[in-house]
């Protein structure tokens, strides 16, 4: 553990602007950011899932390409003049599959403009060449216990913010890594800023919370809020800012005179996104429990987050793998009038029954998967669905196969249904769907004494010894809190309101698991919450969807609750079949369950 931080060390501020939430995101922020004066890092977080397989399948076909380009070709070509004159540092993950090829392409950039940056690239996150050793010792998915696939197209480590804070160290203007956990684009300055080392885990904790809360950019302020309606000037939203403390405290805002807004709410709510136990948030450099976090609302314009806790992280990696599992094909139609729905859902049927029956004809095999889905029926809420006659509706049908050919076939057969079945249909156009590689992400656990990681920066190379490689591969268990005072039942007249009256939410995914945080609007009404919304409940709300269990997690610090549910996303991000891959529309479908509330509440409503 580091000596008590000097006055001078604990006056220090860190001040870090969130860029980039996913590759994709608008170019607004990198300008905005830099442009107002209030930042001394720049970070962009481009990385997911789902990403991973882009850019997988990216490079299998441009061996040189598998990097964010957007990050070269968008934002630094627009900022690093700027970034250089005013000292500002960078730090991005946009190195995907390919981060020295990144590097080389921001290099060049940097020649034409004139200008010399120091850049560092983190390397060793690519384990693929020990699949075949790992795949002979039997190593499993991490959510579905299935063996290794055969033929494996990536493989990458999730790497911490250690060999980040160590590319500073050594004088780096700009850092680029592959794959590592989105919070450590922003951990890995705080530790080189403060002088926290790998045992500090209270710090690293609150690191990596601050770094959580900004790593989906304007989900910090104000994006994607339950009350949207109260959310200004998005047009011109304002990436996130955190002024950062030696105790591994932060206080979040935003350029002045920028959309969006700060709020205590928001930042509960993003808190909350995409994490499974709060009291046991596993990352690279530090175990975190966020149970106790404390958001106060300091202003209209200043949020403060403190309160995180860090234990001793295990011993091992989790690793974000790709493999491909043949080709994939979506046609959609628009149908249009009386019955849309009926006629939608008969069409997709149809159109299915066509091809298999053509497939069968050319002796080819069936579909391992095919979906109908209508999007505008309301078919993903289920038996919750309201029935108001739509008379627009559009029909998905998704379907999977090993062999491309088969889904050749099932292409042309799309259209044809214009003037062959249903009355009122048509299409936005854009000509016949084609058929993609069905690329299928898994996941599993390495030890992290397997991974060699490096920093390098030109002719100069680090290497960076695996952080607490000695603590246990198993997670301590966390300290199990109590759970919110029971709701006492008054005996008064209830009546029955939306559960989005008492609470805010928001949901994510991870793999083929769903969480939903559910924050309450004011803290005494958390054990009414508690009450309403039992796993049990969540479950059968759920049960067209979701088909695994359903945890539960209190955070009294927040006033708030996880709901953790498995096998809840059809296989999840490209796997998925579903129009909502990533769960983001299942907060929004619990706000809308009817809870039962005493008289007394209701009219607090």
Not at 436 to 441: A, E, F, G
Not at 494 to 508: C, F, M, N, Q
Request: glycine share 10%.
């Amino acid at each position: 553990m580091n000596p008590p931080p000097t006055s001078q060390t604990s006056r220090k501020i860190v001040r870090i602007g969130g860029a980039s939430g996913f590759w994709g995101d608008s170019m607004l922020g990198a300008t905005q950011l830099v442009q107002s004066g209030l930042i001394d890092y720049l970070v962009f977080d481009y990385l997911a899932e789902t990403t991973m397989a882009i850019l997988a399948s990216m490079r299998t076909k441009k061996p040189e390409m598998g990097y964010a380009t957007d990050f070269v070709d968008m934002a630094m070509k627009a900022v690093l003049p700027e970034v250089m004159q005013r000292g500002i540092k960078v730090v991005a993950n946009a190195g995907g599959m390919n981060p020295q090829g990144c590097a080389d392409a921001l290099q060049a950039l940097a020649h034409s403009m004139g200008l010399s940056p120091k850049i560092a690239v983190v390397l060793g996150d690519d384990i693929s060449a020990q699949l075949p050793a790992l795949r002979e010792a039997d190593t499993r998915d991490l959510y579905r216990d299935e063996p290794l696939p055969a033929k494996v197209l990536s493989a990458n480590a999730y790497l911490g913010a250690v060999p980040v804070a160590r590319a500073l160290a050594e004088g780096a203007d700009i850092v680029i890594t592959g794959r590592g956990v989105d919070s450590a684009v922003t951990l890995g300055p705080l530790m080189h800023e403060f002088g926290w080392d790998a045992s500090d885990y209270d710090q690293l904790a609150g690191g990596s919370l601050a770094g959580h809360i900004i790593e989906c950019g304007c989900q910090a302020t104000g994006g994607l809020h339950t009350d949207w309606q109260d959310i200004p000037d998005w047009p011109n939203i304002g990436y996130p800012i955190i002024d950062c403390f030696a105790d591994g405290s932060f206080e979040l805002h935003k350029t002045p005179g920028t959309g969006g807004k700060i709020l205590r709410a928001a930042v509960a709510e993003q808190l909350l996104y995409e994490i499974g136990d709060p009291g046991a948030y596993l990352l690279p450099d530090v175990r975190c429990d966020f149970r106790q976090v404390h958001i106060e609302q300091l202003s209209t314009e200043r949020v403060r987050v403190s309160g995180a806790v860090g234990h001793a992280p295990s011993a091992q990696y989790k690793v974000s793998a790709t493999a491909m599992d043949g080709f994939r094909c979506t046609g959609t139609l628009v149908i249009v009038g009386i019955d849309a729905a009926a006629k939608a859902r008969r069409t997709g049927e149809a159109i299915l029954a066509r091809t298999r029956s053509m497939l069968q004809q050319w002796g080819l095999p069936d579909y391992t998967s095919a979906t109908v889905e209508l999007l505008g029926a309301e078919t993903i809420y289920g038996p919750h669905a309201r029935i108001g006659g739509s008379r627009e509706v559009m029909v998905r049908v998704i379907v999977s196969h090993p062999l491309k050919q088969a889904l050749e076939l099932f292409a042309k057969e799309i259209s044809p249904a214009g003037t062959s079945w249903s009355p009122g249909t048509t299409g936005p156009g854009g000509g016949r769907p084609s058929p993609s590689p069905h690329i299928k992400p898994f996941s599993f656990l390495v030890d992290k004494t397997r991974v060699a990681v490096e920093v390098r920066m030109g002719e100069q190379v680090w290497s960076i010894a695996p952080p607490n490689a000695s603590s246990p591969s198993a997670p301590v268990a966390a300290h199990v809190l109590a759970e919110p005072a029971a709701w006492v039942e008054t005996g008064e007249a209830e009546t029955e309101v939306p559960l989005i009256r008492l609470a805010w939410a928001r949901s994510g995914d991870k793999g083929d698991i769903s969480n939903i945080g559910l924050v309450a609007r004011r803290a005494e009404w958390l054990p009414l919450l508690w009450a309403c919304v039992t796993p049990e409940v969540v479950k059968a709300y759920f049960a067209h969807l979701v088909h695994g269990r359903v945890e539960r997690f209190h955070l009294p610090g927040i006033a708030a609750m996880n709901l953790v549910m498995h096998e809840a996303l059809d296989g999840g991000g490209p796997a998925s079949t579903r129009n909502d891959p990533l769960g983001k529309g299942m907060g929004q479908m619990l706000l809308d369950m009817p809870v039962r509330v005493p008289q007394s509440v209701a009219q607090q409503l």
